[in-house]
């Protein structure tokens, strides 16, 4: 799949298929051609699917935007892969898809952030591997498609009809207690953002608040990032932390957790589809760090909290020493 995209100065191209030679050098000849210029270009194979993202500026090409996407989708049919082209300029307001099992807690605090105008993007679907949540759905007027067998295996070639339907521009997992494949991550590489109960990269996975409980962490915490192939491994985007009660128990923490979950999350949401964060070298970065607005991690308070010295060097002992 090729899916082209324009960000602040640059096209994003995302070339997902299986795996095959001349793949690299057909999508990169076509752009020559077009007097497109490769600025960055990065691939990965992950279980026999391959994922080519270029950024590319086409501030002079000698095309316009639909033959750009003519084209591309002209290629695609050629190599065999499946071909999307995405101009987000196309719309003013983005749609966010939303991904769900059975906990409800962020999910809730996405549609009040939605009904009280403060989302910036609407809600256009929920998609569950069960169907716990509908109600919820349905109480927002939101379509809801439960595409999980009897045991909740989500069948994800539907999935991938369901984004393509309604045109996702963002995907949220809002406790999604199932892992994407790399034929739907590779396909929306950095528009997929999944919150984590635990300090990633502590405690990945399934159980993370047992895990913080096994292991007597003194500080917990919950954290939203990109998706990538790589479990739970993906860029930091937003944290929050909490102290660990004495003699607490799973659900203490969960009740302790889930309204931080759901805060990290709308952050992590918020600073997307603001553009405020950009990936490098997988690690976001704020666009504009001195702006202020954002709550990456714990609060600024905490920071007049913590003691400021000792440091290496700078103490009173060290420095009469070398007199």
């Known amino acids: ?113 939605w009904a009280s105008g403060t989302l910036g993007a609407d809600v256009s679907v929920v998609i569950g591997n069960h169907d716990d949540l509908e109600p919820m759905a349905e109480k927002y007027d939101v379509p809801f498609h439960d595409i999980g067998d009897e045991k909740g295996t989500p069948d994800e070639g539907q999935l991938l009809e369901l984004l393509d339907e309604y045109d996702a521009d ?13 034929d739907v991550v590779f396909r929306y590489e950095q528009r997929i953002i999944n919150i984590h109960p635990s300090l990633l990269p502590s405690f990945p996975g399934a159980e993370a608040y047992l895990q913080a409980l096994e292991e007597g962490v003194r500080i917990a915490g919950v954290t939203a990032h990109y998706v990538t192939t790589d479990l739970d491994q993906g860029p930091i985007i937003t944290q929050r932390v909490f102290n660990v009660p004495p003699d607490a128990d799973v659900e203490e923490l969960e009740q302790i957790g889930q309204p931080l979950e759901a805060d990290a999350l709308l952050s992590a949401i918020d600073l997307h589809l603001n553009d405020d964060i950009a990936v490098h070298r997988g690690r976001t970065e704020l666009r504009e760090p001195e702006s202020g607005d954002a709550q990456l991690g714990a609060p600024a308070e905490l920071d007049e909290l913590n003691p400021d010295r000792p440091i290496d060097g700078l103490g009173e002992f060290l420095v009469e020493s070398q007199d």
């Open 1 to 113: 799949m090729a899916v082209v995209t324009v960000t602040r100065e640059f096209t994003e191209i995302t070339v997902v298929g299986e795996d095959d030679t001349g793949l690299i050098a057909n999508v990169t000849t076509l752009l020559f051609e077009r007097s497109i210029n490769i600025e960055d270009l990065d691939q990965a194979v992950r279980e026999g699917v391959f994922r080519m993202t270029m950024r590319v500026d086409t501030s002079e090409m000698v095309c316009t935007a639909e033959k750009l996407r003519d084209d591309l989708h002209e290629l695609g049919d050629e190599l065999g892969v499946d071909i999307q082209v995405r101009f987000p300029a196309d719309r003013e307001t983005k749609q966010i898809a939303v991904l769900v099992t059975k906990e409800s807690h962020c999910l809730e605090a996405i549609f009040e952030a």
């Open 170 to 182: 963002l995907i949220v997992l809002a406790r999604y207690m199932r892992i994407l494949s790399p």
